[in-house]
């Protein structure tokens, strides 16, 4: 049985920084695309950034140059590092796998999801 399972979330102020992880367990996922995506309430989930087994990354723009996506791929693992946090970056995020879609921006695009770690940030 595949799982994802996401950690590193919390409650942060306006400017510091976050890093999420997340964890796959059940299969290897170093020959796909691995993506980020965050979900506030009463929204659809909304692509936030995705990595290509070789390492390309692309984001969504409003995270540009303060996000950045990387993997690990002997320990099966993919990372959110997100500095200059805004409030406007409060959410739930999930990250999903298995895709071979470039760039896979869409939620469809993905076969599995982790159960998300919440995000706020605020002063």
């Known amino acids: 049985q595949v799982q994802l399972v996401e950690s590193g979330g919390g409650l942060v102020q306006p400017g510091n920084s976050l890093r999420l992880s997340c964890a796959a367990s059940?299969?290897?996922?170093?020959?796909?695309?691995w993506g980020w995506f965050r979900q506030v309430p009463g929204k659809g989930r909304e692509f936030v950034a995705t990595i290509r087994w070789s390492g390309v990354t692309y984001y969504t723009d409003s995270v540009k140059g303060r996000f950045t996506i990387s993997r690990d791929n002997a320990k099966n693992m993919v990372f959110l590092q997100m500095n200059n946090l805004k409030a406007e970056d409060t959410a739930v995020y999930y990250c999903?796998?298995?895709?071979?879609?470039?760039?896979?921006?869409?939620?469809?695009?993905?076969?599995?999801w982790g159960q998300g770690t919440q995000v706020t940030v605020s002063s």
């Open positions: 999903a796998g298995d895709t071979i879609t470039w760039p896979a921006t869409r939620e469809v695009n993905y076969k599995y």
């Open positions: 059940g299969r290897t996922f170093s020959g796909n695309n």
